[in-house]
């Protein structure tokens, strides 16, 4: 359960389906690993209903090959098999809820919708891992409870794996779905079958429609939240999946010179919802109960958004209402276990999961563009929106998390419920049970802090699109081309402006390479990228920074940067990346205290400062940055920023010949910290 192994009416039917339980042969348990899957679900009556319906779906509309045939060829295929009275019980139950005239294949109302019911079943049963991935064992599944299989089924929803108790084997489900104890695991030439009491189902709910039920059905749990976010508008754009036109070019072929392109271009939604009892306890009336009015006075008499229109016209995104919902939704879906992402920060487990220093994501929310923290550490006991404590953060210390001041606990992120209707094909909705603000006091806590932020999560299409925190480690997945937005502008956050070749993303994982996440991007040919920056919290003077790594092999680059995309400012000179870091003044640090503080200094002259403590190369290593001869932080810019405007860094290379331009890392950091005269910046 090592959580980085090797690795729409008829959707209505599937909803709260009961488990049934059958005694399933289990002789000669092991001697199948000559047979294929068909071979073995062919050979054993009680799957006698899953064979059937194995041999009459196709692979896809464009052939004729069966289901049936894949499993008899070579793969590396994860089968949920469903037994004859899984399958029956739901027929039953499906009868029992008036969704069936009968309960047996022929009781539905079409051949059509029996047909698609059928193929439903057969593609969320089986996962497959291609050519270069071993099949999934159960081993395998996520060490997260509730989090997900990293591969997608043939359906291409990942499916959910709940433990009963987490840790022990014998109790777990997939989508709901009992995988019996006895009978998974079980090793065929060609993949594993895991034997299951129930169809595995996925939903095809999306949030903007799950919205919409939760208020028509009066629902209990977030009522509120539901109807607030209906009230600003928001149902038509949480509903969106995937961008059809990138389909219809890719299937043109206008993909197909780049290496490894996305599949599909998704949208992806992550939802913090105040609970109905948080509503019911502040406004003092049963949540059913309660109004947009009720909560828009509530709003004025907190006094959170001063600068906000209070009026009726909710869809506004100056208006009091639509700031506090649009602060409470991020662009990108964020399953459980990757809402903070962990990889080589010192003290973190990679086996085991146990936590070590904190862990910090930004991302900027819709609606304004709003900055939002997430947090994680070893000490914090959950993962939190917005928390400020105060960390073991000198030279020689440990970063640990101390403790944490009244006000800037922040707001803690509850476990979602990810159960039938609840699992959303394009979101994530996450219960708090404490109301989050972008008020004044998160503002200003925000903007005493450094803000690190990978390169690769600026972008929300590489978490939407599997690309970003995907640990699969196969060359389809470690390298990823983007078409150039001369093709199509993929990212919305990334421009890869004309005489780039193309946009290269590429995963650092378990190769030792010295990136922060484990994640690194770059840009090949005549390389010319233009970054869009998260806001800044409060208006202050930045320095924005960018981690280098010197190598030979890497360009040279001119800087612009600016509030107008069309219009930046040149700062500074050209960045030399082929130069070694002694240029600027490195040098490794000793076991004298004053004298590294000396080297920052001079390395500041040259604009530049060491790599940092926080992580290293591979986890569990304490080979940290700051100890890298090849690493180190450029000062790109030192300007006033504000919380009102959108920020742009371009950098250009300055050579005649196409060559690599290198990013992992960006900052920003205010004055009040790297110009503290109480307190000097952390070298983590």
Not at 73 to 79: F, L, S
Not at 348 to 369: A, C, E, S, V
Request: glycine share 6%; aromatic share 10%; with cysteine.
């Amino acid at each position: 359960m090592h959580r980085y192994s090797f690795l729409a009416p008829l959707f209505l039917l599937v909803l709260s389906l009961a488990s049934c339980t059958e005694d399933v042969d289990t002789s000669a348990r092991y001697v199948f690993q000559e047979r294929t899957i068909w071979d073995y679900l062919s050979g054993h009556e009680q799957y006698s209903q899953y064979c059937e319906l194995l041999g009459k779906t196709p692979a896809s509309p464009m052939t004729r090959t069966t289901i049936r045939q894949l499993l008899s060829a070579r793969g590396h295929y994860t089968v949920f098999a469903p037994t004859n009275d899984a399958l029956q019980h739901f027929l039953d139950s499906l009868a029992q809820r008036g969704k069936i005239s009968e309960p047996s294949w022929d009781g539905f109302a079409t051949e059509q919708v029996r047909d698609s019911m059928q193929r439903l079943i057969v593609f969320n049963s089986i996962i497959d891992s291609g050519d270069n991935l071993p099949a999934i064992q159960t081993w395998d599944f996520t060490s997260t409870q509730d989090g997900e299989i990293i591969i997608p089924n043939m359906a291409e929803h990942k499916l959910v794996v709940h433990y009963g108790i987490l840790g022990e084997m014998a109790d777990i489900t997939v989508n709901g779905s009992p995988i019996d104890e006895k009978n998974r695991d079980i090793p065929l030439i060609n993949g594993t079958i895991h034997c299951v009491h129930k169809p595995v189902l996925s939903s095809e709910n999306r949030l903007g429609d799950w919205l919409k039920n939760q208020v028509e059905e009066k629902r209990p749990g977030f009522y509120v939240s539901s109807m607030l976010a209906l009230a600003v508008g928001l149902r038509d754009t949480l509903n969106a999946v995937r961008d059809e036109r990138y389909e219809d070019m890719k299937n043109q072929g206008l993909f197909e010179h780049l290496t490894n392109h996305p599949e599909h271009r998704k949208y992806g939604y992550t939802f913090f919802a105040e609970t109905d009892e948080l509503w019911s306890q502040t406004l003092g009336k049963p949540a059913l109960e309660i109004t947009v009015d009720d909560v828009v006075k509530y709003l004025a008499e907190k006094g959170v958004y001063p600068e906000a229109r209070n009026d009726r016209n909710y869809k506004d995104k100056d208006n009091l209402l639509n700031r506090f919902v649009t602060y409470h939704i991020l662009n990108r879906r964020l399953p459980k276990g990757y809402i903070v992402n962990h990889y080589n920060e010192q003290g973190y487990d990679i086996n085991t999961g146990n936590l070590g220093i904190p862990k910090m994501q930004y991302y900027y929310t819709m609606g304004h563009r709003r900055l939002m923290k997430l947090y994680e550490s070893a000490e914090s006991n959950g993962v939190y929106i917005n928390r400020c404590p105060v960390l073991d953060d000198a030279r020689r210390g440990t970063y640990h998390e101390l403790y944490c001041e009244e006000g800037k606990e922040g707001v803690l992120i509850g476990d979602p419920n990810v159960e039938d209707e609840n699992n959303l094909v394009n979101a994530m909705v996450y219960p708090i049970d404490k109301f989050l603000f972008f008020d004044r006091a998160t503002r200003e806590n925000l903007g005493k802090e450094r803000m690190r932020f990978d390169v690769a999560s600026i972008s929300p299409e590489l978490t939407n699109c599997d690309i970003r925190m995907n640990e699969l480690m196969d060359d389809a997945h470690m390298n990823r081309s983007i078409p150039a937005d001369k093709d199509y502008p993929f990212l919305r956050d990334i421009r890869i402006n004309e005489g780039t070749t193309y946009f290269k993303y590429q995963t650092a994982r378990m190769t030792g390479w010295m990136d922060f996440e484990g994640d690194e991007v770059k840009f090949e040919g005549y390389g010319d990228c233009t970054i869009t920056l998260p806001p800044v919290p409060i208006e202050d003077v930045y320095e924005l920074r960018y981690r280098v790594s010197c190598q030979p092999f890497f360009g040279m680059y001119q800087i612009y940067f600016g509030s107008d995309p069309e219009k930046m400012h040149i700062v500074g000179i050209p960045i030399d990346l082929r130069r070694t870091n002694t240029s600027v003044g490195w040098e490794e640090e000793s076991e004298d205290d004053d004298y590294n503080a000396e080297l920052e200094k001079r390395m500041r002259n040259h604009d530049a400062m060491p790599g940092v403590k926080s992580h290293s190369g591979m986890p569990g290593s304490s080979f940290t940055e700051r100890k890298d001869a090849i690493s180190s932080r450029r000062i790109l810019v030192r300007e006033r920023m504000s919380p009102d405007k959108v920020y742009y860094l371009r950098m250009k290379l300055c050579l005649d010949y196409p060559i690599t331009l290198f990013m992992d890392y960006l900052e920003l950091c205010p004055k009040a910290v790297y110009d503290n005269p109480v307190k000097p910046e952390d070298p983590w």
